[in-house]
Structures are given as C-alpha cells and as structure tokens.
C-alpha cells in the first residue's frame, strides 16, 4: 500500500538516506506533486500530494502491469527488449522501476519526482519505466538515480519508455548521482504524437566508471517537438558514451540536441547526436560543446545528419581548452586562476539550456555546485 506523507518528508525511509537522495534532485518535503522511492528492488514508497490526487497516478511497475492488463502492450514497445545483454536482463530479471499516467486533460504544476537507489555493494539494480502523457496533459518529472555514499561498486540497467499524446507536453530532468566505480546502461525511447513536445534533460556531474546511453524520440506525430538536452561534468577515470537521436516522421515536427561536456583528469566522453528527418517539412538543429580541463582528458563529438532535399537540418560542434585571453580577463578584474576557471565552468554548464521553471533551475544550479564539489 502506498505510505502517506508526514510533515518532515518521507515517512519511514531513514534520514540519512533521504539526504543523500537529495543530491540527484529529490525533495523530502512537500514541494512535490507526487513521489515515487525505490531502495535496490524494493518499493519504498509512493504516494500523490492532494491536490494533485485525479490528476496523475505513480507506482511500482510491478503493481501497474498486475492492476492493467493493457500496460503489457506498453512494455517493451520502444525499446528493444533482445536490444543487447542489458536489455535482455532487464527482462528476464525486473526488479521495479516506476509507472507514471497524466490523465487527460490535466496539468501538474509542481514537478513529480522519482527514485531509484542502490544501496548494496555490487548490487545490479534492473528496473522498466513507464510513463504515458494523455492527451492534453502538461507535467513535469524530476528523476534521480543514485547509489550512497558508501558504495563503490554497482550496476543500473533502467529502460524507460516515453508516449505523449496529442497536444502534451512532457517534461522530463534525470539526475545521475553514482559512485565511481558504477556501470550505467539508460536504454530510452519516446513517441510523439500531434502537436505533442517531450523535452528530457539530462545531468551527471559526478565521476561514474563506464555510462552508455543513446535515447530515441520518434516523432510520429503532426507538428510534434522533441528536445534533448545533457550538462555532463566528466571527472577521474569516467568513460562516458552518450547521445540522443530523433526520428523525424511527422509533418512539420522540429527537434533539438543541445549537449555541455567537460572533461578533466583521465575522463573520456565520446558525444553523439544522431537526427533523421523523414518528412519534407521538418526542421532539427544538433550542438554539442566541449571543454578540456586537462591533458590527459578527451571528447570526441560526433553529429551526424540524414535529411531528404527539403528538410532543415543544422549542427555545430566544438571542443577545445579554456581560452588563455579569457582567464586573463577575469583575473585582470581581481579574480584568482582558480576563482576564473570555476567562473567559466559555471557559465558553460548553464541550465537555461534546460528550459526549467525559475524556482527549478535554481535548484538545480545549487545542486550541482554540490555535486561538482562532491566528485572533486
């Protein structure tokens, strides 16, 4: 059964967890619409701020697929379940994930949150989301995914399937907190119907062993949108191999790929953006930026563009170090090399490109102060 909020936050989870949790963007408090908590494979808790109850609901997947028999039509449609080995596991071997509906006709001011933690060395974490945007509905998902402090060792496999019917527009910011020492595979597809938008951002910013994440939006539907945007923050020995790809099949669909890399000590992060324009009115544009924090770093972008003869399909891409004559600007103004650097890395990493609410960005920005200072 779904447990209830007190007045300090989530009931019945420890403390110390909930302040960790809040590194990838959770609240404990009632500043959301809807929470879903997960520790390993094990619901922890989920439940629907009043007001808010009607409009939405969120839950264990385990328990949507036994309450909806349709849901099983839902599962795997996206995303190739015989995709790869994680894909294959994460079928074979479901260990939860989320269920999420805005029912039609509904708009959720307050972002709903999610997440999923792991909490055991070594632990592989398998988990299916997903989450379905009726018609005419608006809301807006924080996710966070993250192991504890103590940890330094895991494994995440999460498959998360997006639809977002005719004139919705989903929301959705994943916050990726893991130890360094953590194998990541996201496996993620959306589709897009008339006049729809889904806009996923994502945030890592901490050192993770090895991520490799490649989400599709397909854009079925007429004058249907879909923007990707990523902040990564690469440190010690990541590998990171990231992107995203939209399939543009809608008439008159638009798309964007916006993507902030910086890479220091060891890191190495391959780029990729991918945009695919099947109809002759569609109109997509792919950036990605880079910035080189030391010599031993590396990031390789690669965009890549497939467009019939009446398509407008755009991209830029460059990755290089920090300018001398801009450090020697700032420090001319009194500031330290090292209060210069931090002022330029700020301005890079700038969550505008995410298209959050004012109070949220601000959030975010705070939290990621937090979390670079964290990864060192």
């Known amino acids: 059964m779904p447990r209830k909020m007190n007045r300090e936050g989530l009931a019945d989870i420890p403390a110390h967890l909930l302040k960790e949790a809040e590194q990838s963007g959770i609240e404990s408090r009632k500043k959301r619409s809807a929470t879903f908590f997960q520790i390993d494979h094990k619901p922890a808790y989920s439940d629907i701020e009043g007001p808010n109850k009607g409009k939405l609901e969120i839950m264990d997947i385990r328990d949507a697929i036994k309450k909806y028999r349709w849901l099983n039509d839902y599962m795997w449609k996206i995303v190739d379940r015989e995709k790869d080995e994680f894909t294959m596991d994460a079928d074979r071997q479901l260990g939860g994930g989320y269920f999420i509906r805005i029912f039609k006709d509904q708009e959720v001011t307050m ?16 988990v299916h989301n997903i989450i379905i945007s009726e018609e005419n509905s608006k809301a807006h998902i924080i996710g966070g995914c993250i192991t504890t402090n103590d940890i330094k060792a895991g494994r995440h496999v999460g498959v998360s399937e997006f639809f977002v019917g005719r004139n919705a527009t989903m929301n959705f910011t994943m916050v990726h907190t893991w130890s360094p020492e953590t194998l990541v595979r996201p496996r993620s597809g959306a589709i897009v119907e008339d006049n729809a938008t889904f806009i996923s951002n994502y945030i890592c910013v901490k050192p993770v062993k090895d991520l490799q994440m490649y989400p599709v939006a397909f854009l079925k539907g007429k004058n249907s949108t879909a923007r990707f945007s990523s902040l990564l923050y690469s440190q010690k020995d990541t590998v990171q191999d990231t992107g995203s790809k939209v399939i543009l099949e809608g008439d008159g669909s638009r798309a964007e790929i916006i993507s902030r890399v910086i890479a220091k000590d060891r890191a190495r992060v391959m780029s990729r953006g991918m945009l695919v324009a099947n109809t002759p009115n569609a109109k997509a544009h792919l950036e990605c930026s880079g910035l080189l924090l030391s010599e031993d770093a590396s990031i390789s972008a690669v965009p890549e563009l497939v467009a019939n003869k009446t398509a407008e ?22 500031l330290s090399k090292e209060e210069a650097t931090s002022t330029i890395i700020r301005g890079f990493l700038d969550t505008k490109i995410l298209g959050l609410p004012d109070n949220l960005q601000k959030y975010i920005e705070l939290l990621m102060e937090q979390m670079k200072g964290a990864g060192g």
């Not at 399909?313 to 009194?334: C, F, N, P, Q, W």
């Open 111 to 126: 972002p709903l949150q999610s997440c999923l933690m792991i909490t055991k060395e070594g632990f592989k974490q398998n």
């Open 313 to 334: 399909l755009s991209h830029e891409a460059a990755v290089g170090k920090i300018a001398d004559k801009e450090l020697t600007y700032l420090m001319a103004r009194g």
